[in-house]
């Protein structure tokens, strides 16, 4: 097991009706608040007035900055930098989904940033200090609402890129299973298929032993797969909700990761398919993780074999280890097509024009590798976007 401090801060109100306590708790941070949102989800599901009604109840004065844009730009990210100046804002409110929340960190860090905020998304600059962020979470899925990081595209050149910093954490989240009731099936799917991401990435590690973590990341697996089809065939099935948004939350708040080193070569591959084609982050992981699995798993064929029969119990007998391997990646896929998404490129309207320049990008020119399990190239992330045709 790797050394590791874990210290995650995010103080969870988890259930019915919780976001009525937003007032109180949000006073503990000054009296100006952002409320920063998406597209209107929350006007049409009537969170809007609820979040208003707590915020007015205990006196505090709300400025608001709506249109955030799945794949959240960096525009707008400016503006509210320029708002939280002039309005003196204490505190972010952000409610919504990953995107929302990650535009309030992006706009929290870049408050106190003297340059220009995307130089934290380069790695040209570091923040020491951001203003607090709180979150109402109403789609499971980017587990934004308890981590560190941000995920920002920048129009000019559709790079979307990642800042990972522990003063990202935000300072409480709210999550009620009710707020789901109103997702389409296409981001139910989405959410799924990202948290799964997110604890696949930390379960293919290099680092052993490591059998805590290990079983604790195949048992939230496994109850994701439980409960996805259970609150797909009934959306207002709260016990099942409440499931999928606190595997959501866990699959992300870095305690599965302690003692290991994540891989997350799927997840800066996507964000390449995510900055060109604005594609749902969720949807571009169902194409690319299948592919990577397949690519990789000879690194650690043992690693593997424990997955494909522990996660999707592949039964071992008769086969040889590599058709176990092959077997539990198939049943993978086909979990992803029968939550309804793609696994492969064509199925989210991509076609092989541009896999060079996303291999390009992604390894900034073949400067760098991507992923920790196996250090990928250019050429390998090329492949890979191959196999995913
Ligand atoms: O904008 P509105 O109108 O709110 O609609 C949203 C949006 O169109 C809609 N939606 C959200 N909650 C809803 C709802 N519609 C009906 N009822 C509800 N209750 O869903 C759409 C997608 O929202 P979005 O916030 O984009 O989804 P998600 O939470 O999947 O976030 C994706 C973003 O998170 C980033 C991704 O890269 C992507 O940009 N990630 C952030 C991470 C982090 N900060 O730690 C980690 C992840 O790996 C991920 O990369
Ligand atoms: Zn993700």
């Known amino acids: 097991m790797e050394n590791f401090t874990f210290n995650n801060p995010t103080k969870i109100l988890f259930g019915k ?16 608040i952002l409320l920063h949102y998406g597209g209107g989800s929350i006007k049409k599901s009537g969170l809007y007035d609820r979040v208003v009604a707590s915020l007015k109840e205990a006196g505090l004065a709300v400025v608001e900055l709506s249109g955030v844009k799945p794949n959240p730009r960096l525009s707008l990210v400016r503006e509210g930098i320029r708002i939280c100046e002039e309005q003196k804002i204490d505190l972010i409110l952000a409610v919504g989904g990953g995107s929302v929340i990650d535009s309030a960190k992006a706009i929290a860090a870049g408050h106190y940033y003297e340059g220009d905020v995307w130089d934290l998304y380069t790695g040209k600059g570091n923040a020491e200090k951001a203003l607090p962020v709180a979150t109402i979470l109403t789609i499971p899925a980017a587990g934004s609402e308890s981590s560190t990081g941000s995920v920002i595209t920048n129009e000019d050149g559709d790079y979307k890129r990642p800042f990972d910093h522990e003063i990202l954490y ?36 290099n680092a052993k032993p490591v059998g805590l973590t290990d079983r604790l990341i195949e048992g939230a697996l496994k109850n994701i797969m439980e409960y996805a089809p259970v609150v797909l065939a009934d959306r207002e099935n709260y016990d099942g909700w409440a499931e999928i948004m606190w595997s959501g939350t866990v699959a992300h708040n870095n305690s599965l990761n302690t003692g290991r080193i ?61 058709e176990t391997v092959l077997s539990g990646i198939e049943a993978f896929e086909d979990f992803l097509k029968s939550i309804g998404l793609a696994v492969r490129l064509d199925g ?35 492949n890979i976007l191959k196999l995913a045709l």
Not at 17 to 32: D, I, L, Q, T
Not at 193 to 200: F, G, P, S, Y
Not at 367 to 378: A, C, H, P, S, Y
Request: aromatic content about 12%; charged content about 25%.
């Open 348 to 382: 989210v309207g991509i076609d092989d024009t541009r896999l060079e320049e996303m291999a390009d990008k992604a390894t900034n020119g073949d400067k760098r590798t991507v992923g920790n399990f196996v250090k990928l190239n250019k050429a390998d992330v090329f």
């Open 262 to 322: 994540g891989d997350w070569a799927s997840h800066d591959i996507e964000h390449e398919l995510s900055g060109i084609y604005d594609i749902a982050h969720g949807a571009g992981l169902a194409v690319i993780f299948p592919a990577w699995m397949k690519y990789n798993y000879k690194h650690d064929i043992n690693l593997f074999l424990q997955w494909a029969v522990r996660v999707m119990n592949v039964e071992q007998k008769f086969r040889s280890d590599e």
């Open 17 to 32: 009706g919780r976001e009525a306590e937003v007032g109180r708790e949000a006073s503990a941070y000054g009296k100006n």
């Open 170 to 205: 935000p300072v409480f989240s709210i999550l009620n299973p009710e707020l789901a009731f109103t997702l389409p099936d296409f981001q139910v799917a989405c959410g799924i298929a990202d948290m799964t991401a997110h604890l696949l990435e930390r379960y293919f590690t």
